[in-house]
């Protein structure tokens, strides 16, 4: 999942779809270099906000340190100072990493106070050339004020491999916009990811059978 978030980062920066469908119609480098230098874009020197500080989103930090970037989270929990040095990030309120982030990347739980966490009010004060990503899911983010943010120009682009219905209509409006990237709810899918699913599954099992504490609990609300 963090090297997912950080692909639709890439592709949504690079506009690596478009570029595809370019090559496609023949257009290549003496042809479109005038035109993608303005629009295509580095991750290197962001500032990049991680919502939420789980084991997802300090995989993040920790892949995102080697393009220099500045990050800070916003996480319910407080995570010790030794984390925080570990991955270079600060803490910060959610409307202060949503004020001072290029690329603001979710990564929380959906919940009762997720649900629609990022909605007109969240989207009104981002920059205006801000990205952003979604790769936890889709009802965390209010699809209309999305679709209304990227329309008007109050944000720059997204990248998303969750939506609030999946699978999504094929009348989706987000589809018809050129700055948003989307994949189909497969940023957790992999080989090496299956094999190591299977592994943990398996330590837990060995876990509760001795009587040993669990990892990766899970409490309902």
Aim: hydrophobic share 40%.
């Amino acid at each position: 999942v963090s090297e997912h978030a950080i692909v639709l980062m890439l592709s949504v920066y690079r506009k690596l779809d478009l570029q595809f469908e370019a090559a496609k119609a023949g257009q290549w480098a003496q042809d479109l270099r005038g035109r993608w230098t303005t629009q295509a874009h580095e991750i290197a020197g962001k500032t990049v906000g991680i919502v939420g500080l789980g084991y997802i989103e300090q995989e993040v930090a920790r892949r995102l340190q080697g393009w220099g970037c500045e990050m800070m989270y916003h996480d319910a929990i407080s995570r010790p100072p030794e984390l925080e040095e570990e991955l270079r990030v600060a803490r910060a309120s959610i409307d202060d990493l949503l004020r001072s982030s290029d690329i603001v990347t979710l990564h929380t739980p959906l919940n009762r106070q997720t649900r629609a966490m990022i909605s007109d009010h969240e989207l009104e004060i981002m920059k205006p050339t801000a990205l952003l990503i979604n790769a936890c899911r889709g009802p965390v983010v209010d699809e209309q004020a999305l679709h209304r943010a990227l329309t008007s120009g109050q944000i720059a682009a997204a990248g998303l491999d969750v939506l609030e219905k999946e699978p999504t209509p094929e009348d989706n409006p987000l589809f018809a916009l050129d700055n948003v990237v989307i994949t189909p709810h497969m940023a957790g899918s992999s080989e090496e990811t299956n094999e190591r699913a299977a592994t943990f599954a398996y330590a837990n099992i060995r876990r509760a059978i001795a009587g040993e504490t669990l990892e990766s609990l899970v409490f309902p609300e």
